[in-house]
């Protein structure tokens, strides 16, 4: 079991979804959490991931098949983060867990959410009413990672009974610790914990051996000073805590609450050193804002429309010029778009970089046509969200030019690829193409035949005529 991860005496940061993110994990630790869980994370999508050590960042990333980081970690929280798994399935849980293992420093699964895609699928709630699977997955877990703690966090149930039946399952499986929300599964977090589930918190963690973690105390707990009524009126060794720390991480620390646009500017140095996404940085930071967000400075940020325009309304954006220069290792004075698109660049990757070929002997230059049996393979992709009209889509770009020029319509058929996810095979003019990786452009006369598709003769707008013909994840 991790030595350097104890579930006693802990104040930790709650498993929250897009808020859960490597900048508000270190941002918690930086303000004095002890333990931060990720936000949850399917086990299906972690399993479509690839590991890659990002090395620009310093971080290690697990990259899903169209390019997005599912999860990005760092040393910096390697022994004390939790990372958070959906699942309804023993097997699949442990794979998923093996993928992660080695670096985080440990596994918990979710048992108590209560939104309907988890209780549909048998995971988060659902498996409050089935004790053997709960029974199932964590031992399985347990024995399968003997060296990692696993853990569990769930919500209360209907009675007593039924409660202190579950915990005594869980425990029997032996786990490292558990986390009890305090409200049921159809509660709000409007709606507060009360005296009587409180007080049964607390006879959880009388009646169980392991550290218990109380959770659900957001609409109690203002700042650190609340910590402490609200750990001994559950019982519990430990607190987890959610809705409080995602409008002030600051909640943490024993000196007090913080300003939140120093909260703010401490947030986003996180989120520019790791290259988070600008979409997530956006959300948190709305978040965050929560009440303050029709004061000047909440309006000067909600209105940024982009990294730059974020960090100016924070009065950090020369610090933004200067780490995205030092990690693109550029000297020049690059225009601020051309930054944008540089920081950009950090917080994603091209499909399928990175990921073993589906060619066989695929070792020549990269920019290669290359020929598998009948068909070529060309190294482009297809993102849907470049494209605002489905009458632009390369497909139907593809289509109109064919009519123009009175060729046979193409034909389009797929196969699984050998490492995931599946493989397009476009038939046009008895040839055959198939698409596997990026950035490739010369060969958009060989496929048209000519140069006059109805589209602007730029490398970018070529992309995006063969983009869909990649593969469809």
Request: glycine share 6%; aromatic share 6%.
């Amino acid at each position: 079991m991790s030595k350097s991860l104890k579930y006693s005496n802990s104040l930790v940061l709650a498993p929250m979804v897009r808020i859960g993110t490597l900048p508000s994990r270190l941002l918690a630790l930086h303000y004095g959490a002890d333990i931060v869980y990720s936000e949850e994370l399917i086990d299906h999508k972690i399993l479509t991931c690839r590991r890659i050590e990002n090395e620009k960042l310093g971080t290690v990333d697990f990259v899903a098949p169209g390019g997005r980081v599912i999860f990005r970690t760092c040393s910096q929280e390697k022994d004390r983060v939790v990372f958070q798994m959906g699942t309804s399935d023993p097997v699949r849980a442990l794979q998923a867990a093996q993928l992660v293992e080695r670096d985080v420093a440990g596994i918990d699964i979710n048992m108590g959410c209560p939104k309907p895609f988890s209780i549909k699928g048998g995971m988060g709630a659902a498996l409050l009413r089935n004790p053997d699977n709960v029974r199932n997955i964590l031992t399985t877990l347990v024995k399968g990672l003997p060296h990692k703690p696993i853990t569990c966090k769930i919500r209360l149930l209907p009675t007593e009974e039924e409660t202190l039946s579950l915990v005594k399952v869980i425990e029997s499986t032996g786990v490292a610790a558990l986390g009890v929300h305090g409200r049921l599964q159809g509660q709000r977090p409007r709606e507060p914990v009360t005296s009587a589930q409180a007080a049964l918190i607390k006879k959880i963690s009388a009646t169980v051996s392991i550290p218990v973690i109380a959770n659900g105390g957001s609409l109690d707990i203002k700042s650190y000073a609340d910590v402490l009524p609200f750990k001994e009126t559950t019982g519990c060794t430990s607190v987890m805590i959610a809705r409080a720390a995602q409008w002030n991480m600051s909640v943490f620390s024993p000196n007090g609450l913080r300003p939140t646009k120093e909260v703010v500017r401490e947030y986003l140095r996180f989120a520019i050193k790791y290259g988070n996404s600008i979409e997530n940085i956006k959300f948190c930071l709305m978040t965050t804002l929560h009440k303050e967000q029709e004061t000047e400075f909440g309006q000067r940020v909600k209105k940024a429309k982009s990294m730059f325009e974020i960090c100016a309304a924070c009065d950090i954006e020369e610090e933004f010029k200067t780490h995205v220069r030092s990690v693109a290792k550029i000297s020049d004075q690059k225009t601020v778009l051309e930054l944008e698109e540089l920081y950009r660049s950090l917080t994603r990757y091209d499909p399928l970089e990175g990921a073993e070929s589906d060619v066989e002997g695929e070792d020549e230059q990269p920019n290669k046509k290359q020929k598998t049996s009948d068909e070529v393979v060309m190294d482009v992709f297809f993102v849907s969200r470049d494209y605002k009209l489905p009458s632009k889509y390369p497909k139907n770009l593809i289509n109109n030019y064919c009519v123009r020029n009175k060729l046979s319509l193409p034909e389009y058929t797929t196969r699984k690829a050998p490492n995931g996810g599946f493989l397009s095979v476009l038939s046009l003019e008895k040839t055959k193409y198939t698409f596997t990786k990026p950035h490739v452009t010369r060969f958009f006369e060989t496929l048209t035949k000519s140069n006059t598709l109805s589209v602007r003769s730029t490398k970018r707008k070529q992309n995006k005529l063969l983009h869909s013909l990649a593969p469809k994840h």
